[in-house]
Every structure is written in structure tokens, then in C-alpha cells.
């Protein structure tokens, strides 16, 4: 085992943020870290590196074990060194190497010391083996994968804004090749190429990597192992992220079914004891029931829990059919030309999505809409525009030493205390939380803050740079939702195609410093693409796709089904008739009868919640044979269960008849 935790539980004061954990990584795992947005999954990871202490049970880290981790919050490092030297630092032993060797060399030219010989050669020895004579070409190669280009290498760190930086440090770290790779959603910062870079990466690494990510197609492929943090448990699933969903979704159904079945058996036997605990008779029959009930392991109502939230874009007037009209726009940041002399039309009711390779400018000509970028040529706005604008670094521009509400205060709104707090409480942060500091958040509670901020200024026009990152696979089906419900236009950047798929009717691509327009989604953007490619060469004719429908992606979630059972007639009333010999015997024989059933059910109710856990425990799961084997068994006992259920109902009944006679 490289690093873990063993009955590990975590509290921030009062509140637990995991508890009674044990997972211990082995070596070469892939593992993907989830859960949704501020459950503690960056805690974890700092728990694993020793940055927080456990609250109780045992944190281990290997002897020997090196461990790399990438922060979610960029770092405050700066340096006027090239990102080459920057990365170049992975490889620190080499360098030192590189400078003795060098030392020695001379000293060694001038005495021919034998002893120094020796000392020489070994050093050459090393620096062969630790790969000293590749580390120029490796370093480039890595950053060129995460994007940078090649004249870029010798610029100054500073220089570059904090997702390039952070990109040189995820360099760094995976050139130090550390046994273990801790990343805190690297992905945030990435285009697609890039990702799809690190994706091909880290399946090739050495050591074990450990990846906190919202990313699902990049977990799918990436990672062999999930581990949930849900309800501050944590769960692991041996697969990808394919696998945990059909896995958790099964897992879910098996424990709704046996918490269901339970609830069937506790009510029939509540039934039983009101029935008969006035009836001396039965007295005991109905203490024994009674016991039975104290005595059983009850089973919770595991409910799907979800974050909620209710983001609600609300619009104040209705601006005129143009937008904003972009002409003969132009731009470059010194030789690096982005765009020159194109133009574009932005409309009432358009969801443009900007698309293209990264570095073409998509942020740029967002930035340039904005009026936050300078550019030549001439931008209009058109009649009753308010607009609010979602930079790419949103969250990096929060205050960290403010409080939640102190941001929404100064978001320059004229609402009141409590109209924020009721804000704020649609974007889950309730009563005490809203006096929480920005500084103690996470990503994702961030991101929320960042998205209240931008809700409260009832906008008809928003300008989204990634509003996705940080946030979790269901809320951002909830911001999709809530976009296209949005009575404004939008447009936006993102690298989520999903997202882009389920909220654009328009795209904008960035080709050959022009803005080219697509009047439809982004399916049929791509479609139309392939169909371009496929063309002859020099056809130029412009197809428009339809508009895509309105009917958002909502996914819905697939609830097992309930089935009711009959519930019994209500008793029979009470004839006062004496009781004659026959009946007697006869209901002798049923309570005899009711007796022998009751304990059928019974045992067949434990035996099916045994197969149940059975079913849901991943020694079945994986052995074939075992599960079909159990299955039948659970069928047939669920059959036999209906029948003696019926059974026990029927005679229940009878019983009730007779005794009333
Ligand atoms: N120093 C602290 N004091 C109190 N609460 C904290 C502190 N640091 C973090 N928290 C809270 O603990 C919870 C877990 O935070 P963490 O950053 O681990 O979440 P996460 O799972 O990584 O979320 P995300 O997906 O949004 O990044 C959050 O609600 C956060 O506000
Ligand atoms: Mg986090």
C-alpha cells in the first residue's frame, strides 16, 4: 500500500466531513475521485498529504512513498524564471548532477586524480540512469502537450494568467514522476486537446494517480476505480465511471427493495399487535411480535440525496432585437494576431456557444463583448441591453477574506440583507452559512457564490466564460436547466461539450482570425462539419441547421419501482353469538395455522434481506455464477414470500371471523 486511511474520520469543528473511512491505495490504481460539490473530496487529498490531521483513526503514507499533489486553488507561487526552468525544477538531482559533473571535469582535467576518476564516472553513471540526458526534450514534450506553444517556453512565469500556470506546475509534477499523483481537478484548467493530452499521459504513468473530477468522459477513460464520497462515507467501485453508475444504481435498488420489504413486514406485524394486545388470548402472541419489532435492525429509507439548487436567471426588461453588433473587429497582443476586420450580429433569444482550439481567442472576443479588453474597430450596442458578464476566472476575483454575503453586498445590487440571504439560500448556502468566508470554501462553493453573483442583476444578457468548472455533474444539469428556461441571450465559452450541446442554438467558431457563424447546435454544427470535410474542397456554401428545441437534457434519474401491497380489510365487526364447538376447533386449527405462517414469513422475510445484501455485496457481483445462483434463490423466495404472505392474510382474517363468533 502506498498511502491510506483506516477507520479515518475528519470534522471541521462541529461538522463531519468523513467518517469511519478506510481505503488504502495500492500501487499502479487509477483511481477517480467523486461526489458532489463541498462534501470534502480537496479535504481528503490534504488529509493524504498531511496538510489537515484526522479527527480520529489512522492517516498512513508508505515509508519511501513520494506523493505529488496539485492543488485546486492556484498557487500564489511566482517567479520571473522561463516555465522551462519552472518545469525544468522536476528534475532537481539531475541538474545538481549536471553542475558536479561539471566541477569535477575541470578539476580532473587539471590533476588526473584516480579517486576523482572513479568519482566522475559514477557520476555519469547516475545521471544515464535517472534519464539526465533527456530531461530538455521530456520537459518539452510535456508542455507542449498541455498547450503551450514552443516560442512560449522562454517567457518569464509571471507573465502568464493562473490556469497557464497552473498547467507548468501539473508539468513539473508529472515530469517528478512521483509514486503517487494527487490531482485536484486538473481538468478545470484545460482545453479539450490538452485534457485528451493528459488523458493519454496518465494512462501510460508509472505510479498510482489519484483524480478529483466533474469530468466524465475523461474519467471513463482515465480511471480503473471510483471512490465516492457520499454522506460522508466513502464508497469504491472497481471500474469506471460507466460501471458506478449502473453499480450505484443497482446498489441503490437492492437497498430501497430491502428497506421497502422491511417496512411491509414491521406494518403487518403492527397490525397484528394493535389487533390483538387487548385479547388475552393473544397477549402473548402479540409481546412476542412486539419483541420481535425492538429487536430488528432497521434499515434506513436511503432516499437519493442531491444537491438542490434553484438557479433562476430572471430578466428586468427586454432589450431591442440586436444585441450587439460587432463590425471590422480587430485584435493582437503584440506579433500574436487573434482576430482581424470580422464581424457578427448577437440577437434577441441567441445561446451562442464560442468554439475553437484553445488559444484562437474564444476568451478574448468574450472579453472584447464585455468591454473589459481593448480592440480596434467598432462595437454597438443595441436599445435596453443589461448585461453581466461571467469571467473565466470568476472565482479567483472573489475576496477570499470576505464573507459570502459581504460578495453579494458588493455586487452592487440594491437589494436588501434579506432578499440576499434568500439568494443565497437558492444557491444552498442557508442561515450561517451565508456568514462563512469566502477563503474556507470549495471550488464548487465558490463557483456558486460566482453564479449568485451574476443571478442577482436580473440581466437580459449574460456573457459566461466556463461557467462549468468546479461545478458537479448535477448542477451543472441544473444550470442547464436554468439556461434554458432563461429569457435573455447568452453567449458563452466552454470546454464541456455536453454543456454545449444542451444549451447553444447558435455557434461561433474562431477559424483563420474570422468569426464564423453557425445558425444551430452543436450536434448539427458538427455534423455539418464532417459533411464540409467530406466535400470537395472549395465548395463554399453556407448550410444553417435548424433550431434546436427548447426541451433541455434533463436526465432523469430511474427510481425503483414500488410496488404496493394490498393492505387488509378493515375487521370484521364483532357478532356476539355463543361460540359453538365446531368453531372453536376450527379456529384452534387456524391460530395453529396463523402460528406455522407467521414464522414462514418471517424467516422468509430474513432470508430475502440476507439474499438482498448478498446481491448488493461485491463478492457476488463479481462471480458470475454466485450472482445468477442468487438471483434464482431470491426469486423464488420472493414468490414464496407473496404466496405465505397471502396466505398468512387469509388466515389472519378467518382467525378475526371466528373469534367473533
Ligand atoms: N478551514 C475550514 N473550516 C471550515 N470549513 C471548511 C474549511 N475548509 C473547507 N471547509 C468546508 O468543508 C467542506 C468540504 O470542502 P472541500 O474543499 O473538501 O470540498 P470538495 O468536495 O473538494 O468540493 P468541490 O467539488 O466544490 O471542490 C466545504 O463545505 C467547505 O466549505
Ligand atoms: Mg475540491
Not at 509 to 518: A, L, P, Q, W
Not at 633 to 651: F, G, I, P, R
Amino acid at each position: 500500500m502506498l498511502a491510506g486511511f483506516t477507520n479515518m474520520t475528519f470534522e471541521f469543528g462541529a461538522r463531519a466531513i468523513v467518517e469511519d473511512a478506510t481505503w488504502h491505495i495500492q500501487p499502479n490504481e487509477r483511481i477517480g475521485l467523486i461526489g458532489y460539490n463541498g462534501t470534502g473530496k480537496s479535504t481528503l487529498l490534504k488529509l493524504l498529504v498531511g496538510e489537515y490531521a484526522a479527527s480520529a483513526g489512522t492517516v498512513e503514507r508508505s515509508r519511501g512513498t513520494s506523493i505529488g499533489y496539485l492543488h485546486q486553488d492556484l498557487l500564489s507561487f511566482d517567479t520571473n524564471d522561463s516555465i522551462l526552468e519552472v518545469a525544468l525544477g522536476a528534475f532537481e538531482r539531475v541538474r545538481q548532477l549536471e553542475v558536479e559533473i561539471e566541477e569535477v571535469g575541470k578539476e580532473l582535467e587539471k590533476t588526473g586524480d584516480e579517486d576523482l576518476l572513479i568519482k566522475y564516472t559514477d557520476m555519469l553513471h547516475e545521471l544515464e540512469t535517472l534519464g539526465g540526458y533527456n530531461i530538455h526534450h521530456k520537459t518539452e514534450e510535456v508542455l507542449q502537450g498541455l498547450g503551450f506553444a514552443n516560442a512560449d517556453l522562454q517567457r518569464p512565469y509571471k507573465e502568464f494568467s493562473g490556469g497557464w500556470r497552473m498547467r507548468v506546475l501539473l508539468a513539473k509534477m508529472i515530469l517528478q514522476a512521483p509514486d503517487l499523483l494527487l490531482l485536484d481537478e486538473p481538468t478545470n484548467h484545460l482545453d479539450l486537446p490538452s485534457i485528451e493530452w493528459l488523458e493519454k499521459y496518465l494512462i501510460h504513468y508509472q505510479g498510482s494517480v489519484v483524480i478529483i473530477s466533474h469530468d466524465k468522459y475523461f474519467l471513463n477513460r482515465m480511471v480503473t476505480k471510483i471512490v465516492e464520497l457520499y454522506q460522508r462515507k466513502l464508497h469504491i467501485y472497481n471500474g469506471n465511471y460507466a460501471f458506478y453508475e449502473t453499480e450505484k444504481e443497482l446498489r441503490l435498488e437492492l437497498a430501497q427493495r430491502a428497506y421497502e420489504n422491511q417496512q411491509d413486514y414491521i406494518r403487518q406485524q403492527e397490525r397484528f399487535i394493535e389487533r390483538f394486545k387487548a385479547k388475552a388470548s393473544k397477549a402473548a402472541a402479540a409481546q412476542s411480535a412486539m419483541k420481535r419489532l425492538d429487536k430488528l435492525d432497521r434499515l434506513e429509507d436511503i432516499g437519493i440525496e442531491r444537491p438542490s439548487l434553484r438557479i433562476n436567471f430572471q430578466v428586468d426588461k427586454t432589450p431591442g432585437k440586436v444585441l450587439c453588433e460587432l463590425k471590422h473587429i480587430g485584435k493582437s497582443f503584440g506579433n500574436n494576431k487573434i482576430i482581424e476586420d470580422t464581424g457578427a450580429e448577437i440577437n434577441r433569444g441567441d445561446k451562442i456557444a464560442l468554439i475553437g482550439a484553445n488559444g484562437k481567442g474564444k476568451s478574448t472576443v468574450l472579453r472584447i463583448i464585455a468591454g473589459v479588453e481593448s480592440f480596434t474597430g467598432d462595437r454597438r450596442w443595441g436599445h435596453n441591453v443589461d448585461e453581466s458578464f461571467y469571467a473565466q476566472h470568476q472565482l479567483e476575483a472573489l475576496n477570499i477574506n470576505d464573507t459570502i454575503l459581504d460578495e453579494m453586498k458588493n455586487a452592487g445590487s440594491q437589494k436588501t440583507e434579506l432578499e440576499l440571504r434568500t439568494i443565497l439560500g437558492c444557491f444552498l448556502f442557508s442561515g450561517d452559512d451565508a456568514d462563512k468566508k469566502i477563503k474556507v470554501l470549495s471550488g464548487g462553493e465558490k463557483a456558486r457564490v460566482a453564479l449568485a453573483k451574476t443571478i442577482i442583476s436580473k440581466a437580459n444578457f449574460l456573457m459566461l466564460d466556463e461557467p462549468t468548472n468546479h461545478l458537479d455533474m448535477h448542477t451543472v444539469d441544473l444550470l442547464i436547466e436554468a439556461l434554458n428556461k432563461y429569457e435573455g441571450s447568452i453567449i458563452l465559452v466552454s470546454h464541456d461539450r455536453y454543456f454545449v450541446s444542451k444549451v447553444a442554438n447558435r455557434i461561433w467558431e474562431i477559424d483563420d482570425y474570422k468569426i464564423k457563424d453557425f445558425d444551430g447546435g452543436y450536434e448539427e454544427w458538427v455534423e455539418w462539419k464532417e459533411r464540409m470535410k467530406s466535400r470537395e474542397s472549395g465548395v463554399k456554401s453556407r448550410e444553417s441547421g435548424g433550431k434546436k428545441s427548447e426541451s433541455g437534457g434533463q436526465k432523469q434519474e430511474a427510481k425503483p419501482v414500488v410496488e404496493s401491497k394490498p393492505q387488509p380489510a378493515p375487521a370484521a365487526p364483532v357478532k356476539q353469538e355463543p361460540i359453538n364447538k365446531e368453531a372453536k376447533k376450527e379456529l384452534q386449527k387456524k391460530q395453529r395455522l396463523f402460528k406455522e405462517l407467521e414464522d414462514k414469513v418471517a424467516a422468509l422475510t430474513k432470508r430475502k434481506t440476507e439474499l438482498e445484501a448478498l446481491l448488493a455485496s461485491p463478492d457476488v457481483f463479481s462471480d458470475k455464477n454466485k450472482f445468477v445462483q442468487t438471483e434464482q434463490e431470491y426469486k423464488t423466495n420472493a414468490n414464496q414470500l407473496k404466496d405465505a404472505s397471502a396466505e398468512y392474510e387469509k388466515v389472519f382474517e378467518s382467525i378475526i371471523e371466528l373469534e367473533g363468533q
